[in-house]
């Protein structure tokens, strides 16, 4: 059936055909053209495509900031003991500085005979101040928590205790190091 439809469209067509030969040089002619709207074709964009890297590029920053924007918003301040009230603000300060001051006696100390010691109290305090980081999140996340601000003061006390202990034991290092040569002569 197939080959009937097709028979019957060539036998309508029959006398419509162009049978006649082409001019000489039809295909040079021909290519030639080709050729011309091949090079139009691809002139044409290289004017634009200079611009299209920089547009590439300047969307692609305005896409990181957008997204740095929005992520700075989403993500609430942590806060310390300073965020809740005046008073545990000047708690805050009051550690911190005694803190700070007990390091600098704890430096001050340090010696081949305490060495172990003050690495051993600085070990001590990395862990407590990691500690403090989990409690200023907790504090954030439950909204002055009483809690977590007892916490946060108790973790303050401990990281002083920690210092008084080291200077103590230290002291007594020292103590033994100068009672030593009075055993000796004995």
Known sequence: ???DNIDNLFGKLENEFDIDMPNSGHQNRFLEKLKQQNTIAYISPQKT?????????AASLVL???IFTFMQQQEPEIKDLA??????SRTQDFFTLAIQNELATLEA???????ELVND?????????ANYEKLKKDLTESGDDKRVVYAMISN???RIEVLEHVLENI????QFKKDEPNHNTL
């Open 83 to 88: 965020s809740v009230s005046p008073e545990l």
């Open 49 to 57: 495509s200079y611009w299209k890297p920089f547009m590439a590029v």
């Open 109 to 115: 100390e340090r010696s081949p005979e305490t060495e």
């Open 171 to 174: 002291e007594e290092v020292k």
């Open 1 to 3: 059936m197939e080959k």
């Open 156 to 158: 303050f006390q401990n």
């Open 64 to 66: 990181c900031f957008s």
């Open 121 to 129: 109290a600085l070990k001590q305090l990395q862990v407590l101040e």
